[in-house]
Nanobody, 115 residues
Framework: QVQLVESGGGLVQPGGSLRLSCAAS??????MSWHRQAPGKERELVAA????????NYADSVKGRFTISRDFAKNTVYLQMNSLKPEDTAVYYC??????????WGKGTLVTVSS
């Protein structure tokens, strides 16, 4: 059984910070990524990290503000979000990519940035 569970979402004021967690069970050493979907918009890639954790990439809109990392011992991927803006409001999803069995998605966690 492969399961991804996101947590850490909530309400935060503009300029604030939040850290999202994605706890994985049934798998490890997968390439991982965070995606988000705002109301009325398509889901977009936010950040990605390689299976070995030695390579990352980010959407232009979050560069310099967000950081993706992973803890192999805990089978957990994190997304540290700083200097949050109202336009960051979205449901954030965690994804694991397997070259053998395909992709796995979490159910999402809502982040709301508002004063």
């Amino acid at each position: 059984q492969v399961q991804l569970v996101e947590s850490g979402g909530g309400l935060v004021q503009p300029g604030g910070s939040l850290r999202l967690s994605c706890a994985a069970s049934g798998l490890t050493f997968y390439a991982m990524s965070w995606h988000r979907q705002a109301p009325g918009k398509e889901r977009e890639l936010v950040a990605a990290i390689s299976s070995a954790g030695d390579s990352t990439n980010y959407a232009d809109s979050v560069k310099g503000r967000f950081t993706i990392s992973r803890d192999f011992a805990k089978n957990t991927v994190y997304l540290q979000m700083n200097s949050l803006k109202p336009e960051d409001t979205a449901v954030y999803y965690c994804k694991a990519r397997s070259t053998i069995t395909g992709d796995y998605w979490g159910k999402g966690t809502l982040v709301t940035v508002s004063s």
